[in-house]
């Protein structure tokens, strides 16, 4: 596998209102996602963890899901989730906030969707081989290499990003994947408490989930035990209290992006120059990991 990844941030970013029909969907397979995001990155629940005793509770979201035929399902706010019992079936991602970015190959700066971790002047990832990498970034694309599924960087090459995936052979050792019976309890969770979440379904699968929302599936995560769908309470509740009260760099930039972003896909008004000063006060003056350019 040999990538090409400079000037492209095609899987972290939501480039779907830049070329429509090239870019992918996570809104494919037999249980779609409810929400609309695009490229959520699922956690091991160890991830979820370690992002949390760093005080980086606020940079993760939950995903649930559409039931497959077959599946038991859960129905709150009149939405049908994917369920074990009653129990709605989660994974856990990182937050993507508009950002002003220009990825894919594009040289126009637009509001687009792009993660939490994403340097939007150098689209560089800021945890890059650091112990907070997520397993699912560092070997991307190789499970879709594996199952001959079509990756990101093919998506971005047929929209006229430039050549990125230059070998498609699939590294020799891969982890297991995110989704699939070994994921139960590991990446895959299932929450305990489904009377608690009036609102909450409503708000995930329309993109506005409150901290509260958040903090609640991040506890159940953390709670939870891997190879089974148990959930430890008292894990659970402490997880959920440190979730709910983080307030980190990337939670606070989260929050001045989200204020300041013009309509999703929109081109920004404003130049290179101010866009650094911008991303340099918002992001790097606040905490943020430096990454190193392309040169
Ligand atoms: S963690 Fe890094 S590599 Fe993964 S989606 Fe975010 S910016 Fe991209
Ligand atoms: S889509 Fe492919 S080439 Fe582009 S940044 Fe992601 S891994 Fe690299």
């Known amino acids: 596998m040999d990538l090409r990844c400079e000037g492209c941030a095609g899987c972290c970013v939501d480039w779907r209102p830049l070329a429509p029909t ?7 397979g037999r249980r779609p ?10 956690l091991t629940r160890d991830e979820v963890a370690a992002f949390l005793d760093d005080g980086l509770g606020d ?8 039931p497959a035929e077959r599946d038991d399902t859960a129905r709150i ?29 594009t040289d126009e700066q637009r509001w687009l969707g792009a993660c939490v971790f994403l340097d939007p002047t150098t689209l560089q990832c800021r945890i890059h081989e650091t112990d907070r990498y ?9 499970h879709n ?23 498609d ?15 139960v309890g590991t990446t895959v969770f299932a929450y305990p408490d489904p009377d608690d979440l009036d609102g909450a379904v409503e708000r995930i699968r329309d993109g506005a989930a409150t901290a509260a ?3 609640r599936f991040v506890g159940a995560a953390v709670g939870s035990r891997p190879g089974s769908f148990a959930v430890d309470p008292d894990r659970m509740a402490e997880a959920r209290r440190r979730a709910c009260a983080a307030d980190s760099w990337a939670g606070r930039a989260i929050r001045e992006w989200t204020a300041r972003a013009d309509d999703d896909g929109a081109a920004v008004t404003h130049d290179d120059d101010a866009r650094e000063r911008l991303v340099r006060r918002l992001e790097d003056d606040a905490g943020a990991p430096e990454t190193p350019g392309w040169e």
Do not use: N, Q
């Open 145 to 167: 290499l594996e199952l001959d599924a079509e990756t990101e960087c093919e998506r971005v090459e047929a929209a006229g990003g430039g050549d990125r995936l230059l070998d």
């Open 134 to 142: 997520p397993r699912t970034c560092s070997t991307y694309p190789g």
């Open 213 to 215: 929302d958040r903090a």
């Open 59 to 66: 940079v993760l979201t939950p995903r649930l899901f559409e």
């Open 169 to 183: 052979d699939p590294p020799d050792r891969l982890p297991a994947p995110a989704f699939g019976s070994h994921a």
């Open 22 to 28: 090239a870019a992918g969907s996570d809104r494919t």
């Open 77 to 105: 706010d009149g939405v049908d989730v994917a369920a074990v019992g009653d129990r709605p079936v989660f994974v856990v991602g990182l937050r993507k906030p508009p950002k002003p970015v220009a990825p894919v190959g």
């Open 33 to 42: 996602p409810i929400d609309d995001r695009y490229d959520l990155v699922p």
